[in-house]
């Protein structure tokens, strides 16, 4: 008897209506050639689809009923005109790259052929499939042999050597409670009245606050793998998701395991050990790295900071938190300006460096300057160096205009990397400005979330060198 298709729920955003469904469905089989993995069945279903969209819209002007195409998949029948995120059955590795034979598998679904594993692995794992932005399909496989769907994303982070669906993932792990998640875990909703409705598993990363409403979920959906905070058990059929825990893991918390993943000394876990960028800080920011980065500061001796908490929302509290940890490694200047780089992430996500050093009051106080306030450095004059004193991170933001900012696009214009410009530079920020920044960045061999285009002490000593 065919396997049928089994389909996640698919995350609000894309329109509903049949005309769209069937032309993302159009899309998704057209974006699966034979030359690039395909499935050989889907070739001839290629066709019929497109035949049977347009006389859908021809003779029912969009709106008749859908007309229902399959073809044979790696796990029994495909409905290729369902406009959702179907997953394929269970079944062994597929041969990662054209011509490399499939991996023997043994018996899909037997749980004594688990191999050990710790969380430490688990999360590496997941997160190859999120660097790497692996595209959502139900019959393409990723080159390491998992499909490419929620159950094989598990099914790769599990290390399991076969390809499963939600109806058997439970079969490798144990129930737990929702008090006794670690990252690792899985959020698991099977139905098997209706296997179309909403199945979907994702892996579980960390609570995003003490509150326990919203946790990090690793999963493979459309368009590509994500990473993101999300509401428990999941967006929608909430009480459905039900925890647990893989029966190789070969003990529970590891002292290997990376600290951001992990609940950190004040017992919350964090949202990432990589540097987030730089955009994710300073007035206006409102994501769950600003409460990681509260809760990070809190247990370095920061709390006395946030007298009403941690929040998602930036504010002054997290800025002066940030430079007293900052200067409490003995930073200066530029380098203790209160919003995050990578280096403070850092040192926060790994719990190094010194911690922030008790003191009276609910804030440090200013350096005393022999009661003459110093005047302000006028914006863009010569620092000690003789060069333009770097002004902050927080002037290079979206909606601020500071002559530093036309001094800054003038030497990337000098420098070479001034190409996005099509008039100017100007004193306001704007979408050019940090295009050619994270060009010069890049020029520098910088990668990730320090060529962001948003820049720091030391792309700015380079430009002005």
């Known amino acids: ?123 590496n794992r997941a997160r190859l499939w999120l660097d790497a932005q692996v595209p959502y399909s139900m019959s393409e496989y990723w080159t390491d042999g998992y499909r490419q769907d929620c159950s094989g994303y598990v099914s790769m982070a599990w290390n399991l050597g076969t390809n499963e669906w939600t109806g058997s993932l439970d079969k490798f792990a144990t129930r737990i409670t929702k008090e006794e998640l670690l990252p690792g875990d899985m959020l698991l909703f099977h139905n098997p009245a209706d296997p179309n409705k909403g199945s979907h598993v994702v892996l579980f990363g960390g609570w995003v606050d003490d509150s326990r409403t919203h946790y ?14 999300t509401p428990y058990g999941y967006w929608n059929n909430t009480t459905k998701y039900l925890p647990y825990r893989f029966n190789g893991l070969t003990g529970g918390v590891l002292p290997q395991t990376p600290a951001a993943e992990l609940p950190a000394p004040g017992g919350t876990p964090a949202v990432a050990a990589a540097y987030p960028g730089a955009s994710k800080f300073g007035p206006g920011a409102n994501n769950a790295y600003v409460a990681q980065l509260g809760r990070m500061l809190s247990d370095r001796g920061g709390s006395r900071f946030y007298p009403q908490g941690v929040s998602t929302r930036w504010t002054d509290s997290d800025r002066q938190a940030t430079q007293a940890f900052q200067k409490a490694q003995g930073w200066t200047g530029a380098d203790a300006d209160g919003l995050p780089g990578a280096h ?64 800054l696009g003038r030497q990337l214009v000098k420098k070479g990397f001034g190409k996005y410009y099509t008039s100017g530079p100007g004193p306001s920020w704007g979408e050019v400005d940090r295009r050619n920044v994270e060009a010069f960045q890049r020029a520098q061999g910088w990668r990730g979330a320090e060529a962001d285009g948003y820049p720091g002490p030391e792309t700015w000593r380079r430009l002005f060198a």
């Open 344 to 407: 403070t992430w850092r040192m926060l996500a790994q719990h190094q460096g010194k911690d922030i050093p008790p003191t009276t009051g609910a804030a440090p106080k200013p350096p005393a300057t022999g009661g003459v306030p110093k005047p302000p450095v006028p914006a863009g004059a010569p620092g000690p160096t003789g060069k333009p004193a770097y002004p902050g991170k927080a002037t290079f933001r979206p909606g601020v205009s500071h002559p530093s900012i036309a001094a």
């Open 216 to 229: 990090v979920a690793y999963e493979q959906t459309k368009p590509t793998t994500r990473r993101q905070a």
């Open 1 to 123: 008897m065919p396997m049928p298709a089994f389909e996640e729920y698919e995350p609000a955003g894309d329109c509903p209506c049949r005309g769209c469904a069937r032309r993302r469905t159009l899309a998704r089989v057209r974006a699966i050639p034979l030359r690039d993995g395909g499935h050989p069945a889907a070739r001839g279903a290629r066709r019929a689809l497109v035949l049977a969209t347009a006389a859908g819209v021809v003779l029912g002007g969009g709106g008749g009923a859908a007309v229902a195409v399959t073809a044979p998949g790696p796990g029994g029948t495909v409905a290729l005109d369902d406009p959702g995120q179907p997953q394929g059955g269970r079944g062994p590795l597929h041969g990662g790259k054209k011509g490399t034979p499939a991996k023997p598998a043994g018996r899909p679904g037997a749980p004594s052929a688990v191999k050990r594993t710790d969380r430490a692995t688990i999360i």
